[in-house]
């Protein structure tokens, strides 16, 4: 993505985890895709 993304990521922790759910949608096994997708979903609510 962009170059500075991981360090805003190490100073913003809400940031850190939704790229992580988002890094388990892109390349996360059957389950951990179903399990960050309902957490994307309960972030959005």
């Known amino acids: ?8 990521a190490m100073e913003d922790p809400l940031l850190y985890e939704l790229l992580a759910l988002f890094d388990a949608l892109r390349i996360g096994q059957a389950r951990e895709r179903e399990l960050a997708g309902q957490h994307l979903e309960e972030r959005m609510k």
């Open 1 to 8: 993505m962009y170059e500075k993304l991981p360090l805003a």
